[in-house]
């Protein structure tokens, strides 16, 4: 992990914004470059979207007005960060526990700008155990069925989200299908949201300053 390749990758991402945008925002170390950079502009964009209670903080700290994606409609662009990254753009999402509001923004956005760092990258999705957001009442029923297809689920115990669920963190997956999971995961009831971020990829990989 090279913060320097974050905060790179960050700062690479300004390039995208366009003047009176409003901005999808993501959640974490290296989001948080990208709003440091974005505040440079803040007098010529309308404002965010925010991914997290998080970012919001951040966001509202720099003096970015945060605004409600009901209120905004569809946007332009989604900068976010991942915790793993194929060759295809598909990502591993949710280290930071902010999966459900990360992908109702990428799935809004017509431009999904991905920033990471190198140690991102990978051939196959999984060595970074997957989050799966669950409704609290459906941890176990999760669970077993994980179980059945070959997962280990661990529960991120003492972690609430945003949205007041919880997190399963899944071990020893190896995702060869990854569009193929994320729909069939998707069926189970009780799941919120999986961090697989493959039916709805990245558009743009900034792996520090380079486009991939
Ligand atoms: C949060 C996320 C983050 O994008 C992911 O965890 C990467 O974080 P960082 O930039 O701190 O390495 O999905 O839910």
């Known amino acids: 992990m090279s913060a320097n390749e974050k905060r790179q990758a960050g700062e690479a991402a300004i390039r995208y914004v366009e003047n009176g945008a409003i901005v999808g925002v993501g959640t974490g170390s290296t989001v948080a470059f990208f709003i440091d950079a974005l505040a440079d502009l803040k ?35 989604y900068v ?25 923004i990428a799935e809004a956005s017509a431009k999904f700008v991905c920033i990471i760092d190198s140690s991102k990258q990978v051939q196959l999705l999984g060595k970074f155990p997957l989050p799966i957001e669950v409704i609290p009442m459906a941890r176990s029923l999760v669970g077993r069925e994980i179980v059945k297809r070959g997962g280990t689920p661990v529960w991120r115990d003492g972690v609430l989200t945003d949205n007041g669920n919880w997190v399963i963190d899944v071990h020893g997956w190896q995702i060869a299908d990854p569009v193929g999971l994320e729909n069939d995961l998707n069926q189970i009831p009780g799941i919120v949201t999986v961090g697989l971020f493959a039916r709805r990829a990245a558009d743009v990989v900034l792996v520090g300053d380079r486009v991939i």
Do not use: F, W, Y
Request: glycine content about 12%; aromatic content about 0%.
């Open 43 to 77: 007098d010529r964009i309308e404002g965010a979207v925010s991914s997290s209670e998080q970012s919001t903080a951040h966001l509202k700290r720099l003096g970015i007005p945060v605004l409600d994606l009901n209120a905004t409609g569809p946007l332009n662009l």
């Open 80 to 104: 976010d960060g991942a915790d793993e990254c194929d060759t295809h753009k598909r990502l591993i999402k949710g280290g930071g526990a902010a999966l459900t509001r990360e992908k109702i």
